[in-house]
């Protein structure tokens, strides 16, 4: 059987807006996806319990990817083949590829005290301070520190000299980072290139010629744009693309966050093309 497209989207800056964390700039694109029947898996650094949110407002019952790849969430029943995952979780069958909170946690904040580095991290932080520091609401907040593969972190008082030496520190720890619009996260040996490729294997175990397509905005979605036949980058607020992210092989396309995302999306989709 053939599929078609899959597309693969980061959430924050990207489908949904920086600042105001709204979708309402793609809804075209979304409706095009929902009427052609083409998946859209969410692989992103938020919790499951964030992702749950959209799969319910945009009644998007295809699997995801939880923070930056540590989890593939499958509904159970999605797939005819036989699956390998390692347990389920509610509707959710679960393959795990990364690291526990409690490890990752432990382990920053013992970088922090060791080498005074000072930090803020969400595991640290009410549901208010999370709240004020990111702009979301309190229930999306507590939702934000619900967290099961990643922490997330901020270096008061960055520089460059800093950060470079925490990510040193990380590494020297057996650990892994990355960085999103907002944050430093502190990772296990996973990464939303790796979740991407297992699941996209699992596509096309069951359809046999699948296309599918990445977008993103921020170098932690370097992994899955790298992953995919069509990686696109959207760009940032004051119109400008990351500029760590230099691979020639990446689709610019024009429109800040959502607005590009429908952009691109409507192009390849309605057009048959790689932008």
Known sequence: MILGY?????????????????????????????????????CTSKTRAEIEVYVEELDCRHPFISENGGGIFIPEGYFDIDLKFDHKIGDYNVIELGT?????????????????????????????????????????????????????????????????????????AGYNHTRGGRYWHIIGNNDKGKAVRMLSDIYRKQFTEITTIGLGDSLNDLPMLGSVDIPVLVQKPGSLHDPSITDPKIKRVKGIGPIGWNNAVSEIIEKGSGI
Do not use: C, W
Not at 11 to 31: F, K, M, N, Q, V
Not at 105 to 131: A, C, P
Not at 149 to 166: C, G, L, P, Q, W
């Open 6 to 42: 899959i597309i693969f989207t980061d959430l924050d800056g990207t489908l949904i807006d920086h600042a105001t964390y709204s979708y309402e700039a793609a809804r075209p694109a979304l409706s095009l996806l929902k009427q052609k029947g083409i998946p859209l898996i969410f």
């Open 100 to 172: 526990s909170y409690s490890n990752l946690k432990d382990t920053l904040l013992e970088i922090s005290k060791n080498f005074d580095i000072e930090i803020i991290n969400f595991g640290n932080m009410t549901t208010e301070e999370v709240s004020e520091d990111t702009g979301l609401d309190i229930h999306s907040a507590g939702l934000a520190k619900l967290r099961e593969y990643d922490e997330v972190f901020r270096i008061i008082d960055e520089t460059e000299e800093k950060a470079s030496r925490m990510m040193e520190l990380i590494s020297s």
